[in-house]
């Protein structure tokens, strides 16, 4: 069973930034998949930043892009979300997700912002941006 620990978020003004992390423990296999989603109020959740680690690539929300840096350190399975020029629709709760088992073609099939990959969640932490 994989376990992930969440670090960081908290609340900021617009243009700030923020770091979140992510620990992962119990994978049984070298290769995984591990990113950030997150929910607002009244929103369904969605992706943020993924990394699949059998080849190191990175996928970000088009919201994102250029703010976001996602980043993978693989000897400590963890994964850091430096989240810069933070705007206030950026607010919500981020959760950390982990996926060890499905390939990257099918979590592709999928959709990489997509939940229906995710097999394992952490429990959430806050980011607020106010304006």
Known sequence: QVQLVESGGGSVQAGG???L???ASGYKYGTYCMGWFRQAPGKAREGVAVIYTGGGTTYYADSVKGRFTL????AKKTVYLQMNSLKPEDSAMYYCAAEEFLRLPAILDLGIMSTRWVSFWGQGTQVTVSS
């Open 21 to 23: 992390s992510c620990a």
């Open 71 to 74: 980043s993978h350190d693989n």
């Open 17 to 19: 930034s923020l770091r």
